[in-house]
């Protein structure tokens, strides 16, 4: 049985949403009691987030005053996305061109498999959050590892540091999982369609799919209630 997800990812999700939506303003400081209070942790899960929201460019350290919120422009996720759509566009478009190794081909069946399960019972709650949240991120790193291009891998690094362009940067509304249900379920959805391309040698094909899987969450009916996947 999957471990109930940790209470630093719960927060950190959540407070990505809320500094990306405004409902934490440009400026504000977000208090480490308080908001530990407010999602009933300790400190440390709150301070971890916090970490994590400034590599991306989402708080600003006030020095012994903790955070306060950095506010993003939807033209600053819309160009980070950009960005990241068109460097693992090429990944997979390698990948594609070459012939494909059984042992990649195994591993992402076996990711994809992953995600199969998550989508095939009823029920959406924290817990397949979590499981959401570790099968994307493998499969996203599976494709980079497979490309062979490290100048790919170090430019999605450095783009990482822009706000929600990480496929980690999921945002979620906790009183709303059925609604993240359906979009994670479409971003898996996706991922079946991406890897069927490279699996066929669809080289220009897989690339046009997973940029347009980049670019889907500037959909308004998604962002920012899931972020990127």
Known sequence: MTAP???GQRV?????KMIVSGEIPDGERIAEIATAERFGVSR????TALRTLEQEGLVARLGRRGYAARGV??????????VRGVLEGLAVRLIASRPIASAFARKLKACLA?????FGGE???PEQVDRFYSYNLAFHD????????????????????LPLASAAALALDWDDLANAHKHLQAAHEEHVAVADAILSGRAEEAEQLMRR????ALNPGLMPLVGPV
Do not use: C
């Open 142 to 161: 599976l494709l980079l590892d497979a490309s062979g291009n490290r100048a790919i891998g170090v430019a999605l690094s450095r783009n990482n540091h």
């Open 123 to 125: 029920g959406f709650g």
């Open 12 to 16: 950190l999700f959540a407070l990505r």
């Open 114 to 118: 992953d995600g199969d399960a998550l």
């Open 213 to 216: 899987h980049a670019r889907a």
């Open 5 to 7: 997800m940790k209470p």
């Open 44 to 47: 440390m899960p709150v301070r």
């Open 73 to 82: 422009t939807p033209g600053q996720i819309d160009d980070a996305i950009e």
